[in-house]
């Protein structure tokens, strides 16, 4: 059993900064690889950014590289840093975990999902 809660969206001038963190409980997660995807309205999810577990590697899409960093702790919790947004960065972000060493970008390979936050970019 696996758990994930989002928080720390809200309203954001563009040029702004929020950091989204990903509470995850119900087993250790060292074989996981946990992610951040996006949803705008009209669109399907759109892959942001995973972590591996063990070891922290990463990998963004190219549309955040260098704005976003995604992170974790050792309190089972992920994070995603945003950086210089953008109004196109206005979305549902949710967070995701995969059993798996292996990182994914799609959203079908993902297993677990949290109920997603809320982030609006203003011009």
């Known amino acids: 059993q696996v758990q994930l809660v989002e928080s720390g969206g809200g309203l954001v001038q563009a040029g702004g900064s929020l950091r989204l963190s990903c509470a995850a409980s119900g087993r250790s997660f060292s074989n996981y690889v946990m992610a951040w995807f996006r949803r705008a309205p009209g669109k399907e999810r759109e892959f942001v950014a995973a972590?591996?577990?063990?070891?922290?590697?990463t990998y963004y899409a190219e549309s955040v590289k260098g704005r976003f960093t995604i992170s974790r702790d050792a309190k089972n919790t992920v994070y995603l840093q945003m950086n210089s947004l953008k109004p196109e960065d206005t979305a549902v972000y949710y967070c995701?975990?995969?059993?798996?060493?292996?990182?994914?970008?799609?959203?079908?390979?993902?297993?677990?999902w949290g109920q997603g936050t809320q982030v609006t970019v203003s011009s």
């Open positions: 972590i591996r577990w063990s070891g922290g590697s």
């Open positions: 995701a975990a995969r059993y798996s060493l292996r990182i994914a970008t799609r959203s079908p390979e993902y297993d677990y």
